[in-house]
């Protein structure tokens, strides 16, 4: 260990002074920090963990526990879980009252289903709760090398640390807990943390101990260390902390970057030392748990109304049994001596009818209890498993750049993907990739620069094809002809180009595109304003947060930074000529080539560093140079930074901002660069009030220190500013397309810049030239608090109002509104008064943008559409901003992508790349719909084919409550025998393959309205179960009446019609399964077949065990169904006569209302497809919504543009496009 | 295809070309079939040819089922003879129920049946009960099968009630209301006026029951002995498993009509002999003003005379074909050819271009 601290100090502290002012500050002793009152109370004290084994000082141990259930409260907690679902609870009702007389069938029969069913999601729970319980133990028996006393470390569980303990973590390990740093391998007592897991932020950040525990670098010093930290109780804030650290007689501040929190990784540290100071549950990452919200999807709300109206119709038969009991038992029964009417219980007493009826109405509401599907839930849960599955499974959803797959992680909402209709997506890391590139600056009113952004190559390319296409009279028709080449020359122009861009260059530096040989090479020396020039490359090196590594391969560096913007940055300063190569605690390093001719390091102190935050939207440093003068570097939203200008300082704004524009609407990130040059008796003043704010503690810290930063960060003088593009992701605009094809929506909520977001708008193609752009922003007004309220809301009403207006005067079918708000305005169209016509408003647009909203306005946003319009609503983002709005969507989609893990773990659903989101809705969400919707029809049709035939035999049996089945039948009818087939439609069913669901995105279309599962269908498939219920019965008892059912003379009993029915039953159901599939794999052929035979299997088997358990069903398949001809012969009829009306009905359905999907099948199964291509291709192109965004509107809008001049006059034409 | 679809359609290819990165990354998804639910499958669809030639065939298959049904039933050879009024004395007509519980009148009573038609044997004897509720859940469930089976187990009378024990705690056997209420009219049958036929009541119920439900060692104990009595008596010196009009008359009838074999009469009738029914007219259904009736019926393969079958097939077969012409016609007339694109809904409402 000593061999790698020297190896360390070799390479990074040769020229470390600590003379530096350090951020944190010694206190004088006796007056500490007020850490009183409530939120304050944590006393740890440091290598004492024994004190924190009694009260009052006990704190949690560090072992974890995210399970929901443990041995003792898995039972109570999980079926209380179970039992919460109405249907569920009804079942155990029916189970409970089955062990009294007047259940109509055996305890066991009552009671197996609800086991199986509940038993079956309890061990879902049971195995979900398990794995949780095995990572748990994974980390919580994680060894830690702990201090157990007298300088010896030693190693432990990672549960058994507890609070006060001093530990060891060594490189690339998490940190076992939230720890107080306090020294490190390095001699100035910093590390670098990676806190991916946390905020899934990969760049490192820096933490530092305080100086006063540096000596505390070995096994030995901690022999007799002791030491007492007060500070905030546990709570969620990862980015805050307060505390104090008593040592010696001495009080110290802490702040957060001595906070080491756990599940965060040590890198590029040997080792550190630290205390914990909060254990288990109390880490701030353990407090940060959340819940995620749970979601039901669409399908299953309304199959909730299905179960209360099952539920009604339950008890409106069951009312009518008691009430035919009821008279029976009133005038029947007396006269019925075979059951000596005189010697009855209460169930049967004919002299007291009506309570025989009360108990008569539970017997039904249990007999009855097969119209409620008691599998259902159970199945759907299944399915939607597999379904899953499938998700992850997906190879095509799989990104082979970042490795992720997409990832299904709450199943319950498959379907719900099927029915969007409008996205709400995130701009930054979804549409682009969050990778910077260099591109542009402004210098002293100078742009420099000349590589062009995507915007613009699309813009070219666009105008290029606009040209190409436009001369031939049959241009337009080779158009028609050939969609597809014309689409592809135009949506991939980034493939096109960039190889191009490539070749004629060096090799392509990550983050680099900038292209003028003005500033390259040291040429910039030669420039006018050399002096403005080397400003500017300085801040771009110095005003940073970034810490340089090492590059072995190339000799350089790369850098991690807190952003890629200041990763770009660095990048291009570097390749200025402004190497920044070494940071320590006070001071930067820039190895600079080409100042003065000979290349020199310099060393600029930094004495402050105003951090940026969304608030500020800037950042600053003051560094002292090698002269020793003070200056104040500040780089930052050039809005802000404008404001911020020296009345000396404005010297370039009208240049600057000029560029500022161009490079917005070029697509690109700006940001504007400034400094300040300060006195020292200036600085040393501010700095004192800084140092004051800094050490200030309690929730005002935060506030303090903007307001002292905000002190200094004036008069500032304007240097230029720096143009960086952010890329936008592969298949982006094609994706956009082929969605806004299947009918979806596509809503942009972005923290961008109005400019921004338009340029990004035209390069995914949601803007064209040729839309009306509406543009909505709150006036400025002098005016303040309420009058300025309601003057600005007067205007945007009018806004509203008159954009409003003009898309119901517009006559042109075609013409294509944006609307493009931003955040201002938004918060007052959010208002409840104004929200209604906004979103009137905004529904009338084809693309609507949001820009400069914050995290709260996209929630809301999402939630304002998903109630507003009532339609189903998915929002897909990557960043923690996103989360609000992933929450508040019917359908939350994460991106996997680099920005983080809040967002995914947020999600519902996450994918690695904004275009994995086509598959995923139109290919899983099509299928998944059309399963569940089917699915659940089913089963309704099935239970009630099934429970209305009980129902009917009541009335041959004086509603006396007896069925005609044996109760094992009943019993296997939900689990055993009808429900397999049923999975395997939810699970396998495919109306058109993968690529026809991508290639006729319309199709999508039958989910959003709802084709499949509304009102008619689903009352359509009760009709049928009733239909099928009075044939089954009817067919079956006057088939089987009273004569002989077979040559050697026997009647029928009630255990031969019942299972004479029951076998009918089962083929019919089975039969209808097989009638409604389209997709017979070996797996379904297996499953309804197989449960067919299953049946036969069963009927065997139980006619061969005793005859004390099977009763009057012993042998009778042997003996008598299956040597008797009518047997078979009423099956075939029974089953032809309950499907034929269906079959005819989807015949005619087929013939006279065929859906789409119906004529594609035919189509692909005449193969014409294969065998008349151009058909095919026309049709492909002719199916998608009629959609104004996207490329291929563009190309209508301008085709429809050419043939509206074409018919005027074609030589008109051929004039104007020469 | 082209640029167009080949972003659209990810080509198989990537599936199998990334194997070297499988190993590299193992959150890639596995490549087969299954998982990518690209499994081969037959997707059957409903042509024009196939709707026609399935209700062609099913209309093909029922009809003659149908006709040979029909036929099968009208061969049976069925005499139905509703005696429960007749055998009243007519000076009793009013007080049937005390005509039936007094048991010092003599029950016994003639029947005269004429053969319609020739009956070959075995001849069928039934007797047919209605409105009576042998399907009643008390009544269903008042019985132990485990008594029935085994000697050793007479105690077991449990679900018998309320014909358990009798008044002083010893085990019924056979326990439980559908012994207790046993059928006990008799038949006794001549040719003419003197030839006696026989009959056979072995072999009337089913081998199972009798093998292994009624204990060839089970005899009846206090069987009917209590002071109210319901129905017919046992031979007590005849095992349960010989006594076959018991066995028969527990597997309970599904509805409240039904008929029980009461016999087989191994000598054929010819068209107009008469038959001389001499009965024992004891059961009571004059309570509950159910019907009684004796049925002399021959069999077919298909099982005793009923129409209904051969009716319903004859109509699900006939509308087959219904459908089937009509379909015909359909498609022949108002001809939407399949895979026709002009069907599909952006062509029908086509978009304004």
């Known amino acids: 260990m000593a061999g790698g601290r020297i190896r360390e100090k070799l390479r990074w502290s040769k020229i470390y002074s600590f003379s530096c002012i350090r951020p944190s500050v010694q206190l004088d002793s006796d007056n500490p920090p007020s850490l009183q009152g409530p939120g304050y109370s944590r006393v740890v004290y440091c290598n004492q963990p024994h004190v ?74 049971a195995l979900e709760d398990w794995r949780r319980f095995m990572q748990d133990m994974k980390v919580n028996l994680r060894k830690v090398s702990v201090h157990k006393g007298g300088g010896q470390f030693g190693h432990k569980n990672s549960q058994n640390i507890r609070v006060g303990d001093i530990v060891k973590v060594e490189k690339d390990q998490f940190f076992p807990a939230d720890l107080l740093l306090l020294s490190s391998s390095y001699d100035d007592g910093i590390c670098y943390v990676e806190t991916m897991n946390l905020d899934g932020e990969t760049n490192l950040k820096v933490k530092r101990s305080l100086e006063v525990t540096l000596p505390l670098e070995e096994d030995d010093c901690f022999k007799e260390f002791r ?37 965060s990784k040590l890198r590029n540290t040997t080792y550190i030392y630290g205390v914990v100071i909060f254990a288990g549950h109390d880490s701030k990452v353990m407090q940060n748990a959340t819940h995620l919200p749970s979601k039901r999807s669409g399908i299953e709300k309304k199959m909730d109304y299905i179960i209360y109206i099952l539920f009604s119709l339950l008890v409106m038969i069951s009312l009518i049994s008691s009430i035919g009991f009821a008279v029976m038992t009133k005038i029947g029964m007396p006269k019925w001596w075979y059951l000596q009417p005189n010697n009855t219980t209460n169930l049967y007493d004919p002299s007291k009818a009506a309570t025989a009826g009360i108990f008569h109405l539970v017997t039904a509401l249990i007999l009855y209890g097969y119209l409620i599907p008691i599998s259902l839930y159970v199945s759907i849960e299944i399915v939607k498993v ?108 980034v493939n096109l180009v960039s190889p191009i861009v490539g070749k004629d260059k060096k090799p392509h530096i990550k983050g680099f595109s900038f292209e003028d040989e003005r500033l390259m090479h040291g040429n910039w020396t030669k420039e006018p304003k050399a002096d403005i020039i080397l400003l500017f490359m300085r801040i771009l090196a110095l005003c940073h947060t970034a810490i340089p590594e090492p590059n072995v391969e ?57 951090e940026f935050n969304s608030k500020r939207k800037r950042m600053s440093v003051v560094v002292r140079d090698e002269l020793g003068l003070i200056f104040l570097l500040c780089k930052g939203a050039d809005s802000v930074i404008c404001e911020r200008l020296s009345k000396d300082g404005k010297m370039y704004e009208e240049d600057t901002r000029k560029h500022l524009n161009e490079y917005g609407e070029a697509g690109l990130r700006t940001l504007a660069l400034a400094y300040r040059k300060l006195g020292e008796l200036e600085y040393s003043t501010w700095n004192a009030e800084f140092l004051k704010a800094k050490t200030t503690i309690g929730p005002y810290r935060e506030t303090q220190l903007e307001r002292v930063a905000d002190l200094i960060e004036r008069d500032l003088i304007l240097v230029g500013a720096t143009a960086v593009e952010d890329k936008l992701q592969k298949g982006v605009p094609q994706c956009i397309d082929k969605l806004a094809q299947a009918g979806l929506k596509i809503w942009v909520l972005t923290g961008d810049k109005m400019e921004t977001a338009i340029n990004i708008g035209f390069a995914c193609s949601l803007l064209r030239q040729g839309m009306k752009q509406i543009c909505v922003s709150a006036m400025d007004v002098d005016l303040s608090g309420q009058d300025a309220k309601l003057v600005i809301k007067e205007n945007m009403l009018m806004q509203i109002s008159n954009a409003s207006q003009m898309i119901k005067l517009e006559k042109d079918p075609h013409a294509a509104f944006a609307l493009i708000i931003d955040g201002k305005a938004l918060s007052y169209a959010l208002e409840d008064d104004m929200k209604k016509r906004f979103l009137n408003l905004a529904v009338a647009c084809a693309s609507v943008i949001c820009c400069r909203v914050s995290p709260k306005q996209k929630a809301l946003v ?41 967002a995914v773990m947020a999600s519902d659903f996450s994918i690695a790349q904004f275009r994995f989101l086509e598959r995923l809705l139109v290919v899983h969400g099509h ?38 089945y044996d109760d094992w039948y009943m019993l296997l009818f939900n689990v055993i ?99 409604t599939m389209s997709h017979f794999t070996w797996i379904q052929h297996l499953f309804v077949w197989g449960s067919i035979a299953t049946w036969y299997v069963f009927l065997l088997g139980y006619g061969l065990s005793s005859p004390l358990f099977s009763k009057d069903e012993y042998r009778i398949l042997m003996e008598a169904l299956a040597p008797s001809p009518i047997y078979w012969i009423v099956t075939l009829l029974v089953t032809a006569a309950c499907t034929i009306p269906y079959l005819a009905h989807i015949s005619y359905q087929r013939t006279f209302h065929p859906m789409d999907h119906h004529v594609i099948q035919e189509i692909r199964y005449y193969r014409k497809d294969v065998e008349d291509q151009h058909m095919w291709k026309r049709e492909r192109r002719k199916a998608r919504q009629e959609t104004k965004i996207g490329f291929t509107a563009g190309v209508e809008a301008k085709i429809r543009h050419l043939r509206g001049k074409l018919q005027k006059k074609v030589s008109t034409l051929t004039v104007q496009t020469a | 295809m082209n640029g167009y679809t080949s972003f659209s359609v990810a080509s198989p290819s990537s599936g199998f070309g990334a194997e070297a990165a499988a190993t590299r990354n193992s959150k890639r998804p596995k490549y087969s079939r299954f998982t990518q639910q690209e499994l081969p499958a037959c997707k059957p669809i409903l042509t024009p040819g196939w709707v026609i030639s399935v209700f062609t065939l099913v209309g093909t298959i029922f009809i003659p089922i149908g006709t040979v049904s029909l036929l099968a039933s009208n061969k049976v050879v069925e005499l139905v003879d509703r005696y429960d009024t007749a055998c009243v004395p007519p000076s009793m007509t009013d007080d049937k129920v005390g005509y039936i519980q007094n048991d010092a009148i003599k029950k016994t009573c003639t029947r005269m049946l004429k053969v319609t038609k020739d009956m070959d044997q075995p001849i069928y004897v039934y007797y047919q009960l209605d409105n009576f509720y042998q399907n009643h859940r008390r009544y269903v469930k008042s019985r132990n099968d485990e008594q029935l089976r085994d000697a050793s187990k007479a105690n077991e009378t449990s679900g018998c009630d309320p014909e358990k024990t009798t008044s002083d705690g010893t085990p019924i056997v056979p326990c439980g209301l559908i012994a207790w209420s046993l059928f006990n009219d008799t038949y006794k049958f001549n040719r003419g006026t003197n030839e006696m036929l026989n009959v056979n009541k072995n072999g009337i119920s089913w081998k199972s029951d009798r093998k292994h439900k009624f204990g060839s060692d089970v005899y009846p104990r206090n069987f009917q002995t209590g002071n109210l009595i319901g129905g017919g008596k046992l031979n007590a010196t005849k095992s349960l498993s010989e006594q076959e009009d018991l066995i028969v008359w527990m597997r309970t009838a599904a509805l409240p009509t039904f008929r029980k074999l009461y016999g087989k009469i191994e000598v054929d009738l010819k068209e107009n002999d008469i038959v001389t029914v001499t009965l024992e007219n004891n059961y009571n259904t004059y309570s509950f003003g159910g019907k009684k009736k004796l049925v002399l019926s021959t069999a077919t393969w298909l099982g005793g005379k009923n129409n209904f079958l051969g009716i319903a097939y004859l109509t699900v077969g006939g509308l087959c074909f219904l459908l089937a012409t009509a379909f015909t016609l359909v498609y022949l007339v108002n001809a939407r050819k399949p895979a026709d694109p002009a069907h599909l809904s952006w062509n029908k409402n086509p978009p304004m271009h």
């Not at chain 1, 109509?104 to 879902?124: E, N, R, Y």
């Not at chain 1, 040592?247 to 957060?256: N, S």
């Not at chain 1, 660095?570 to 001071?587: D, H, N, P």
């Not at chain 1, 508040?888 to 996997?896: L, M, Q």
């Open chain 1, 52 to 125: 924190h084994r009694k009260k009052p000082f006990r704190y949690p141990t560090n072992c974890i526990s995210t399970t929901k259930y443990n041995v003792i409260t898995f039972f109570p907690k999980a079926i209380f879980e179970q039992f919460r679902r109405v249907a569920n609870l009804y079942f155990l009702l029916a189970a409970v009252l089955s062990l009294t007389p007047v259940t109509p069938f055996s305890a066991v029969s009552m009671i197996a289903p609800v086991v199986f069913v509940v038993g079956l999601s309890m061990a879902k729970e």
């Open chain 1, 227 to 263: 030491g007492t930290i007060r500070c905030e109780d546990p709570n969620p804030g990862l980015y805050s902390f307060v505390g104090n650290f008593e040592y010696e007689r001495q009080v110290y501040a802490l702040d957060p970057s001595q906070i080491l929190l756990r599940d």
């Open chain 1, 386 to 493: 597999l379904q899953a599955r499938f998700i992850n499974d997906d190879i095509h959803m799989y990104d082979e750049e970042s490795g992720n797959p997409a990832q299904s992680r709450t199943s319950n909402l498959n379907e719900e993907l099927g029915q969007v209709d409008t996205i709400l997506t995130d701009k930054t890391g979804t549409l682009t990739c969050n990778e910077m590139d260099f591109l542009k600056c402004s210098i002293a009113g100078v742009s420099y620069g000349v590589g062009s952004s995507e915007v613009e190559i699309a813009a070219v390319k666009q105008m290029a094809s606009e040209a190409l296409n436009a001369p031939s009279q049959h241009g337009t028709q080779d158009l028609w002809e050939n969609p597809a080449q014309f689409g592809s020359s135009e949506i991939e122009p």
């Open chain 1, 554 to 610: 190339t000799g350089g560096f790369n850098y991690e930074a807190e952003s890629p913007d200041e990763g770009t940055f660095l990048v291009a300063a570097r390749e200025f000529g402004f190497e920044f190569c070494k940071r320590t605690q006070s001071s930067v390093f820039i190895h600079e080539k080409h100042m003065s001719g000979i290349p020199t390091e310099r060393e600029f102190k930094i004495l402050n560093l105003l």
């Open chain 1, 862 to 902: 999402t939630r304002l559409v998903k109630e507003g319009t009532g339609k189903t609503t998915l929002a897909i983002g990557d960043g923690a901003n996103d989360v609000g709005m992933i929450q508040e969507a019917d359908i939350g989609v994460g991106i996997s992508g680099v920005e983080g893990m809040q």
């Open chain 1, 927 to 964: 299928w998944c719909y059309k399963r569940i919707a089917q699915m659940i029809c089913y089963f309704f049709y099935k239970n009630i084919a099934f429970g209305l035939t009980i129902f009917y035999f009541e009335a041959y049996t004086g509603f006396s409550g007896q069925s005609i």
């Open chain 1, 977 to 1075: 025998l009808t429900s397999l087939p049923v999975i395997s439609l939810g699970v396998f069913e495919q109306d058109v393959p993968a690529e026809v669901c991508l290639q006729f995105p319309a199709l999508y279309q039958q989910g959003p309205k709802n084709l499949f599962f509304d009102w008619y269908r689903i009352f359509g498939w009760m009709g049928n179960g009733l239909y099928s219920s009075l044939v089954i019965f009817f067919l079956t008892i006057n088939i089987l009446d009273k004569q002989a059912f077979r040559a050697s003379g026997q009647t029928a009993d009630m255990a031969i019609v019942g299972t004479t029915m029951f076998t009918a039953i089962i083929w019919t159901v089975n039969m209808q399964i097989a009638l």
